[in-house]
């Protein structure tokens, strides 16, 4: 993503001249950015509605959540963002392991562990606004 | 990746400097979202065990952790816009430090009042002024 084009060294020349081409980091990056605009609107929103708006935090309990997700628009919402964030961020974040783990294997589990715990943050969340009990206590 | 590097690509001013924050805000806010769905999940425990992991965000040093965590994001976000730009307008690349200057300028503009609104509370708890 650099503006200006690097000067020569060592691994820049031709960082992709072996094995198989695909488009998958093109896809990744256009996905950066398309999620990212949408993130705009779902996390600032969030941000203003949970923090700023009536009260802002102080104002948030179980009561208040399970207001919230009576409605069909904002358990979208939040499953939306949920996604797009986690996925945004663990892209972002392997671009950054590959940028700064330089042994092989290093960098092989450091990806490993993101896609792991993502996985599972993005599956309890799921379930957590798809189960959502009101009447659980 | 090679290991000694000749030459770089770190060419600092703006355009290096903004990319640090967009690098390190997008990682701390990454983790808090780890830990944030985590603490919501625990209306799937009880009303109480939700209510009291929220009580912990209404203190006076989470509250402000969270000005800063939303500082974060909106700088994440304006200068992801930024890049957006940089990257599909003709006109990008040119006006890539006056946008800097905009957007920087957008967020204190933003923050000045957000902070005002999310720390009221807790200002108010602290010193007690009651008009
Ligand atoms: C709010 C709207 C957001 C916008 C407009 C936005 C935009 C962007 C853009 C344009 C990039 C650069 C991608 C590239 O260089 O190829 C990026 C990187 C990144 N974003 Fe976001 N983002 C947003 C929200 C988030 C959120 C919520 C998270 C955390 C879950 C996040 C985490 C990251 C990370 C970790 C990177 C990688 C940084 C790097 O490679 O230096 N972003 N974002």
Same mark, same amino acid.
């Given at each position: 993503m650099s503006l200006v084009s690097p000067r020569r060294g060592p691994g820049l020349d031709?960082?992709?001249?072996? $094995?198989q081409r695909s488009n998958y980091e093109l896809y990744a990056w256009l996905f950066m950015r398309i999620s990212g605009i949408v993130l705009v609107f779902l996390v600032l929103g969030h941000l203003f509605i949970m923090?700023?708006?009536? $009260?802002g935090v102080q104002r948030i309990n179980f009561a208040f959540v399970a207001g919230r997700w009576a409605s069909p628009f904002w358990q979208i919402w939040d499953l939306v963002m949920l996604w797009l964030a986690m996925l945004h961020g663990t892209n972002g974040l392997r671009t950054i392991i590959n940028d700064y783990a330089e042994r092989d294997q290093t960098r092989f589990w450091m990806k490993m562990l993101l896609y792991v715990s993502s996985g599972f943050i993005i599956l309890l969340g799921t379930l957590v606004i798809f189960t959502f009990d009101p009447n659980i206590g | 990746m090679a290991t000694a590097p000749v030459g770089t690509l770190y060419r600092g001013r703006e355009g290096m400097w903004s990319w640090v924050a967009q690098r390190i805000t997008g990682i701390a806010v990454f983790f808090f979202l780890y830990v944030h769905v985590v603490d919501t999940a625990l209306v799937r425990v009880s009303p109480e065990a939700y209510d009291l992991v929220i009580a912990t965000y209404k203190t006076p040093i989470v509250n402000l952790l969270e000005v800063g965590l939303v500082g974060a994001v909106l700088y994440h976000a304006l200068n992801g816009l930024r890049v957006i730009a940089v990257d599909f307008w003709s006109k990008g690349p040119r006006y890539q430090r006056q946008m800097l200057w905009v957007i920087l300028g957008v967020w204190v503009a933003v923050m000045i009042p957000g902070t005002y609104y999310m720390m009221i509370h807790t200002v108010e708890a602290l010193f007690g002024s009651t008009p």
């Open positions: 031709a960082p992709r001249s072996t $094995g923090n700023v708006l009536d $009260g | -």
